[in-house]
């Protein structure tokens, strides 16, 4: 690689998740729009969910710092601005799938499990985990 450049901003493997996560936010759309009926199809329950956005938002926010430290700080808000918000669909995707009585009973709960990714997304990100200098 010359002297001032820099790779990719995403990998292959990075577009083929990009490309997963911006499925899921379509099917998202068109289920609000009433095309993809989604309510009633996997019951999954509030720990599950809550489990999976952490989950999510620690492995984002690893990867995030693991490839962010070759790109300059504007850059580096595109990144975050993509690794942030394209697993988010996931969550909320399932969360639309759940049956309709539980979504009335708690409507908060995307919200909260937004607040369950982000905390766990922003962890590895204030820490900056330190990465061997081979690797990446």
Known sequence: MADGEHPRLLGRPGIVLLALFLACWVVQ???LGGLVPLAGRLPLS??????????LGWTAGLFYVQRARVFPP???RRLAL???S?????PFLLRAMAPIAEQRA???VPLYAVGVYAIFFLVP???R???RAGRG
């Open 86 to 90: 394209a697993p988010l669909a996931l």
């Open 82 to 84: 993509i690794y942030f």
């Open 74 to 76: 504007p850059l580096r």
């Open 29 to 31: 759309v068109l289920a």
């Open 106 to 108: 708690a409507p908060f």
């Open 129 to 131: 985990i330190p990465f």
């Open 125 to 127: 990100v204030t820490m």
């Open 46 to 55: 509030l720990y599950g969910l809550y489990g999976l956005a952490a989950s």
